[in-house]
């Protein structure tokens, strides 16, 4: 992580402003919030190295609760064995889970019918736990059991999330999060399913379900945006294969770039040959995916080791809960927009943060050129149709749209996923172009996370995946008068 000295140092005074300025840009929805609060609980995991994140990020990161992540590979003590998992919320053993109950009583509601809107009764807050899922469900006894029927249709994910919670926590060995290295030329990426990927990117074995969900939740976001660049990707043309004739244009521009034919380079003078630039790959609103151990993010170098990668993660809440690991740089004429940047992570890899709105650095042609050859915008979970957060992107979109660059959008669940389309659709109808269906992500997490503002509401990391780019028009000649 090279970071140049004078760049690495800031005022208190000046650090305190900016943060407050980052806290302000952020107007999020809670849901949003909430959900990607909830990501980075597995994101701080690293292998045998102290945990990328120094906070707690579960959903009741943001009222101030403190504690160290988890960090199961670096020798900690066991603290749940592995039939022991299940807790409920408000008794269990580890007292982040505890908190995290009790933000839960305080924020969330109960979904009995009476409570709600027309009802007889006035709104309340859950008191009571499930015994069977061990969550914080009702506001008593009484209506968990008149809406059992209801509750029994996500009673058992409810309870998988709870052993999961306890699971990351337990202290474990957790030999899923060591990732493969370089892929042999000779062999081929199978790229079908989760099962497939794993075992042709020579990942270790994992014959255990939970220790599947939790290598997806951080694996999810790299490998949605490699499935869907990689030249052996699931997504084509063919029936079923979701790319749009649009799609398979800007996609294989992309391909193209990204899989160089051999050039008969070496190590010695001889053997120089000129490179292309590095592939730039936007996360835009980056929150919880900015701060995954870099680990994780190197596999999408793997995928393409013929080529160069930059990521630029960007957003206001891009830097949450990293504080202590990377200082915020000042801007300065050189860094005119504060960005921190990795260039260590992986000899084809650099990693860039800006603490930021993307329209901003638009505006400023931070960014300009932009060429579909080199240049992909991805967005995970924006939120885009929120009524919360779509005034955020209001501004930004019609920018992107005038890059002609693919636009990569995933979404938590089936109605978040045409929310966002909808959204499209109204502000920029007839402006863009649908390159990829919007449809189930082949990669989706297969870790299930729960709303803390709303326990009702269950979802998966990418669930969905869709994409769109703005419109080419062809030139045509105009025929002649006769």
Not at 307 to 315: A, K, N, V
Request: aromatic share 10%; glycine share 6%.
């Amino acid at each position: 992580m090279a970071l140049p000295a004078e760049l690495a140092a800031r005022s208190a005074l000046s650090r305190h402003q900016f943060q407050h300025q980052r806290r302000s840009l952020s107007g999020k929805s809670s849901r949003t919030r909430q959900m990607d609060a909830l990501s980075t609980s597995a994101s701080a995991v690293r292998v045998g190295q102290t945990p990328i994140s120094k906070r707690l990020s579960s959903g009741f990161a943001q009222t101030g609760f403190s504690s160290p992540s988890p960090a199961p590979n670096s020798g900690s003590k066991r603290v749940l064995a592995a039939d022991d998992l299940f807790h409920s919320y408000t008794n269990s053993p580890i007292p982040e889970i505890r908190q995290r109950a009790a933000f839960i009583k305080q924020h969330a509601s109960c979904p009995h019918p009476p409570h709600q809107p027309g009802g007889s009764m006035a709104p309340a807050h859950v008191n009571f736990e499930c015994p069977d899922c061990g969550i914080p469900v009702y506001c008593s006894e009484e209506h968990w059991a008149d809406d059992y029927e209801a509750h029994l249709e996500i009673c058992d994910t409810l309870r998988q999330i709870n052993e999961d919670d306890h699971d990351l926590r337990s202290g474990r060995f957790f030999p899923e999060f060591d990732y493969a290295g370089l892929q042999m030329e000779e062999a081929l990426i199978n790229m079908t399913n989760w099962d497939t990927f794993l075992y042709t990117r020579n990942f270790n074995a994992i014959n255990d379900d939970r220790s599947m969900r939790q290598a997806t939740r951080l694996l999810t976001y790299p490998i949605t945006i490699g499935s869907i660049l990689h030249e052996l990707s699931p997504y084509n043309i063919k029936a079923g294969g979701r790319l749009t004739p649009e799609g398979i244009k800007s996609l294989s521009a992309l391909r193209y770039t990204l899989h160089p034919p051999k050039t008969g380079g070496g190590m010695d003078v001889k053997g120089l040959r000129v490179e292309a630039p590095a592939v730039r790959l936007f996360i835009l609103g980056a929150r919880a995916e900015s701060s995954l151990p870099r680990d994780a993010w190197v596999q999408l170098a793997h995928l393409f080791p013929q080529s160069r990668i930059h990521l630029i993660f960007i957003g206001p809440e891009s830097m949450l809960n990293r504080d202590d690991e990377f200082p915020l740089p000042p801007r300065t004429p050189t860094n005119p927009f504060g960005a921190v940047v990795e260039d260590r992570v992986w000899p084809t890899m650099k990693i860039s943060t800006i603490v930021d709105y993307y329209h901003t650095l638009h505006k400023a042609g931070a960014f300009y050129p932009y060429d579909p050859y080199f240049d992909c915008f991805v967005m995970f979970h924006p939120g885009l149709g929120h009524p919360a957060s779509s005034h955020e992107w209001e501004e930004t979109i019609p920018m992107l749209l005038e890059t002609k660059a693919p636009i990569i959008v995933t979404g938590y669940t089936q109605a978040d996923m045409e929310r966002d389309i909808d959204w499209v659709n109204k502000t920029a109808a007839g402006e863009f172009d649908v390159l990829m269906e919007p449809g189930k992500n082949r990669f989706r997490s297969l870790r299930w996370d729960l709303n803390d503002m709303d326990p009702q509401d269950i979802s998966a990391g990418n669930w969905g995946v869709w994409a769109f780019r703005g419109k080419r028009y062809e030139t045509t000649r105009k025929a002649a008068e006769q």
